[in-house]
């Protein structure tokens, strides 16, 4: 497998492949142990200005594997055909990733590179940020099949990846929504015609929250019209009471206290923290490994 574009293309014993790579570059950060499998590599990041988490992971990532970030905000359509931009680049680069709105566009420069591109983020998928977060939760709860997990939010990149990550996983997942803000119906039947889990979609958050164990947000729409049939599903204690003990709370930065966790969620114990986060520098590391130590 030469790209990382969507973890469809990936299968269960590829994912648990990443996890256990991921757990040796962990080991070996922790030790400092030095690991240079990239030296001599050259690799283009191309992140937007906005880009904070993914764009710090990766590159200190391609650093301490011993390779270049070469970061250039690319971008790939204007006056010269994307054709001619990867034609010349398969001259000297080593890898690309990519954060870019169109996922379709994404693919085409995957086709046409000779070179590793890995999706760093598009409007439909986020590859890397998930397996990132299982592998965070895969520590805390081995058994990822024995869990519940909730996304409460709407149908957009994470949880796109959420569904897709069950449909390989075989994990239990529910979507808790107002209406008309569900993940596509393609989507919903591909994860819940390959998942072993429980697959659902809901509206009314208290039965999407009874007997979860891992609740998962995403931003929410900033129009006010949109936001106003958001509010409902804002995640407060006394609401969260409906988990199981011992549930967990993992919003998708950025977070917006005023939205989907309220300040009171993210001082509890529901919480899991920013030190979750620290397995995106590991993830990254294992895909960058896997993909372009070749």
């Given at each position: 497998m030469k790209d990382l574009i969507s973890i469809r293309d990936l299968n269960k014993d590829y994912i648990y492949q990443l996890f256990e790579q991921a757990d040796i570059m962990k080991a070996r950060y922790l030790k400092g142990e030095i690991y240079k499998p990239l030296e001599g590599k050259?690799?283009?990041?191309?992140?937007?200005?906005?880009?904070?988490?993914?764009?710090?992971?990766?590159?200190?990532?391609?650093?301490?594997?011993?390779?270049?970030?070469?970061?250039?905000?690319?971008?790939f359509e204007d006056v010269e055909m994307i054709e001619d931009k990867i034609g010349h680049l398969n001259c000297w680069m080593d890898g690309l990733v990519i954060r870019h709105g169109s996922q379709e566009l994404v693919q085409k420069?995957?086709?046409?590179?000779e070179f590793p591109v890995i999706n760093g983020m598009t409007k439909d998928s986020h590859p890397c940020e998930i397996l990132s977060d299982l592998h965070a939760i895969r520590e805390i709860r081995p058994d990822l099949q024995s869990l519940k997990f909730v996304f409460v939010g709407?149908?957009?990149?994470?949880?796109?990846?959420w569904f897709e990550a069950a449909a390989k996983l075989d994990l239990n997942i529910t979507q808790v929504c107002p209406h008309g803000y569900e993940i596509n119906q393609e989507l919903y039947h591909y994860a819940k015609s390959r998942s072993k889990g429980d697959v659902q979609i809901t509206h009314e958050l208290a039965e999407g929250l009874r007997g979860a164990d891992i609740v998962l947000t995403d931003g929410w729409p900033l129009d006010l019209e949109e936001l106003t049939k958001f509010m409902p599903y804002q995640l407060t204690i006394d609401k969260l009471k409906e988990t199981n003990p011992g549930c967990l709370v993992n919003p998708c930065p950025p977070i917006?206290?005023?939205?989907?966790?309220?300040?009171?969620?993210?001082?509890?114990?529901?919480?899991i923290g920013y030190k979750m986060k620290s397995s995106l520098?590991?993830?990254?590391?294992?895909?960058?490994?896997?993909?372009?130590?070749?």
């Open positions: 050259t690799i283009i990041t191309s992140f937007p200005p906005t880009s904070i988490r993914t764009r710090v992971t990766f590159e200190t990532g391609v650093y301490q594997l011993g390779a270049q970030a070469l970061n250039l905000h690319m971008k420069i995957a086709d046409l590179a709407e149908g957009a990149n994470i949880s796109n990846t917006n206290r005023a939205h989907a966790v309220p300040d009171e969620v993210m001082h509890s114990a529901y919480f520098l590991h993830m990254q590391k294992a895909i960058l490994t896997e993909f372009m130590a070749k």
